[in-house]
């Protein structure tokens, strides 16, 4: 418009509806706002708004334009480490940078670091030998080892009901495990039964709890359950804004999606990534079961409920650092070391508390002064302890918010169990 027939300011103030000032700033400083418009790349961007650290921005946004002219693969993970690395040389107090500020720094800068696009051959099982040469070392420079997944399917069985009967089909839950190279993300637990209703899930607000129940083909994963899956994971990680990589074995309930921040890669038959993490929680939920005593929690077997917050207490008690070793064994870095599992169950790994002297008796310690006439509220018995704890894990069941609740629970019912086995 400024290029074409003459039109005075105000004309053109009226037309847009601002001040004829406004105008006169605008034409004054046209070579300007078109040079850095034309740099932003942003059509729609209508305002100019700078960061509140200026010098860190300018620092942030020259090794962009760097790694982007050098074809360097980036990613969220990489920028915000970056930042952190320019934030701490500026002497900043505060060096780590938060989510929002990085998205908003990405946003005025049209900055969209993608990873690279699903290639031809990543729907197919390449052989041991192309993995270890070409495919192996191309995503280990494409992905840092926190962006880098690993999924596999495990089974666990459920406790008879009663100690004469065999187990059977629907005894069977599959675990679907997924968990990054660095250990730092370990994905809700998706369990399949065979079960489709289950009377003890009734009531329990399924959408907050630290795990999620299908219902399969003889407790198998199956290719809708396992699409459904992998679109709810694609989702998260949009959400996060991040762009993944997920490695899995090529299996018939495996299908291959293109999805936007997921991409997909079958791993060599012989690679048993996610093996040694799912013996690990195997160990931890056997561990869990024997720990459960009928006698003392008045609840006879376990129901499938109980079975559920236990594998989800299991995967929590693997340690990230056995996902790291259990990555270095499959070769994703040097050094591998065989990754320690938990203790066969029998023995357990919890280490009991000492006392440094002898209990006091229930009558000592009573300051003297004290109303004898006050009633003493007598220590519950272990019954009870685990009947309350029932009781506020049904509260939690039906009225919790969050999975995260959770947690703290399954702390509270482990410290219960520590002093009780003290």
Not at 124 to 137: K, N, R, S, Y
Request: proline share 8%; glycine share 10%; with cysteine.
């Amino acid at each position: 418009m400024l290029e074409g027939p003459k039109v005075s300011q105000s004309e053109l103030a009226k037309r847009f509806g601002v001040s004829q000032p406004q105008i006169c700033r605008i034409i004054k400083n046209k070579e300007r706002i078109l040079s850095e418009w034309h740099r932003n790349g942003d059509p729609e961007r209508k305002r100019k708004r700078e960061g509140k650290d200026v010098a860190l921005e300018a620092a942030l946004l020259r090794w962009v334009e760097g790694a982007r002219a050098a074809d360097l693969p980036g990613g969220g993970s990489l920028l915000h480490l970056k930042a952190k690395h320019l934030a701490e040389a500026l002497g900043r107090p505060d060096p780590e940078p938060s989510g929002s500020w990085l998205a908003r720094f990405g946003t005025r800068h049209s900055i969209a670091f993608k990873k690279p696009p699903a290639e031809k051959g990543d729907a197919e099982q390449p052989t041991a030998e192309h993995w270890a040469g070409a495919v192996l070392p191309g995503l280990l420079r494409s992905y840092a080892p926190s962006e880098i997944y690993v999924c596999g399917e495990t089974g666990v069985l459920l406790p008879t009901s009663s100690p004469g009967k065999a187990e059977s089909a629907g005894d069977r839950l599959t675990l679907l495990l997924c968990a990054n190279a660095d250990g730092s993300e370990k994905a809700p637990l998706r369990v399949v039964g065979e079960r489709p209703r289950p009377r003890c899930l009734q009531g329990v607000n399924l959408g907050q709890m630290p795990w999620s129940y299908r219902a399969g083909n003889v407790a198998g994963m199956t290719a809708p359950l396992f699409a459904e899956w992998l679109r709810e994971f694609n989702e998260g990680m949009r959400r996060q804004g991040k762009s993944v990589l997920l490695l899995l074995a090529k299996h018939e309930a495996h299908p291959y999606l293109q999805l936007s921040n997921v991409r997909m890669v079958f791993v060599p038959p012989a690679t048993a990534l996610d093996r040694g993490i799912a013996n690990d929680l195997k160990g931890h939920y056997q561990r869990r079961l024997l720990r459960w005593l009928p006698t003392e929690r008045g609840a006879g077997q376990p129901t499938l409920l109980d079975a559920l917050h236990m594998l989800a207490q299991a995967w929590g008690d693997v340690r990230p650092g056995l996902i790291t070793s259990c990555f270095r064994a499959a070769g994703f870095s040097a050094g591998a070391e065989a990754p320690a599992l938990t203790p066969a169950p029998g023995s357990l790994s919890q280490e009991q508390p000492e006392h440094d002297g002898e209990l006091a008796d229930g009558n000592e310690g009573t300051a003297e002064g004290e109303d004898a006439g006050e009633p003493v509220q007598p220590c519950p018995s272990e019954q009870e302890v685990w009947g309350s704890l029932a009781t506020l894990r049904r509260y939690l069941e039906c009225r919790a918010t969050s999975p995260d609740l959770f947690q703290a629970f399954y702390e509270l019912e482990d410290a219960v169990h520590m002093v009780s086995a003290g």
